[in-house]
């Protein structure tokens, strides 16, 4: 087995100019030869769409928010409560008031161009380690080590780290590091990635089409999907709620949840807290706004630390309470994160 730096990433690289994947954020291998680089401002709010998220998931946001706001200081300009909407569906929604405060900097602060240095985007509000390296590299062409989970997999096998994750996390960065080089540093951040993505695949990895096989630690101990190590995870904690599926004259009411904390400054669905026990009829009683509630069933939902059974209570009012936002109910869909939504289609059943 030969892990020479040089030869793998030579292989790499060879792959990644012949496979790699077209994204709308991305400027390919051959236009990058030619001296065409990309929009650090797209590699930015990618990168910060794709923490968490599937590319399939993320690309029709990140087009709407090109759409709507095609250079950082648009972005920086827009309302919050826009920024929120448009992001309602991506989750990790204090990323989306992370991207905002970041937008609002680089306009105000560096004139609407992104640092190019892998320090300086680090000072930007919300943009940490793994962004600031990616915005870096795949923008400026630095040579940062670029190690997001895909990369983590890629490298955890070709090393055959066995320590389990998240230890491994400093181990993998560091065989990661010694595969970095000055030589087309945008190219190989996105190499790897790729490779990640399409080939060594969380499961079932395609060995046999993979331009690093031949360096392969895990392949050649017969097991590679036994990487990256995990330790065996604690269940998540539940909580319990209750959501109030409110109509009036086809629009339905929505609140504005408070700045800070879960989903703050999304519309939600009023509800109770969502508590470690179900919620008592007093509970109930005193979260939903006065109606003849009926019980619609629970949706399902987990967030990162935990997840939440809701219950689903609908009425129909007989005037619309001015203290409630009253959205048609297409808009209101459009408008809330996912746990909501899934709470209004319980609500309505099959009407939307
Ligand atoms: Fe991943 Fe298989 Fe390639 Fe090893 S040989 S890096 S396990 S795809």
Redesign the pocket.
Known sequence: MDQTPGRIRAALLGWYDAHARSLPWRVGPAEHARGLRPDPYRVWLSEVMLQQTTVAHATGYFLDFIRRWPTVGDLADAPDSEVMGAWAGLGYYARARNLIACARAVAREHHGVFPDTEEALLALPGVGPYTAAAVAAIAFDRPSNVVDGNVE??IS??YAVEAPMPAAKLELKTFAAGLVAAERPSDWAQALMD?GAT???PKS???D?????F??A??ALGD?ER?PRKTSKAERPRRHGAAFVLTHAGRVALERRPAKGLLGGMLGLPTTDWRGERPSPSDIRASAPAADWRAQGAVEHVFTHFSLTLEVWRAEAGAADPKLIWLPTEEAAQSLPSVFLKALRAGLETLI
């Open positions: 997999r890629v096998r070709l490779l080939v060594c695949r990895p395609l060995c089409r993979c331009p690093v096989a360096a392969c895990a392949l590679p990487y």
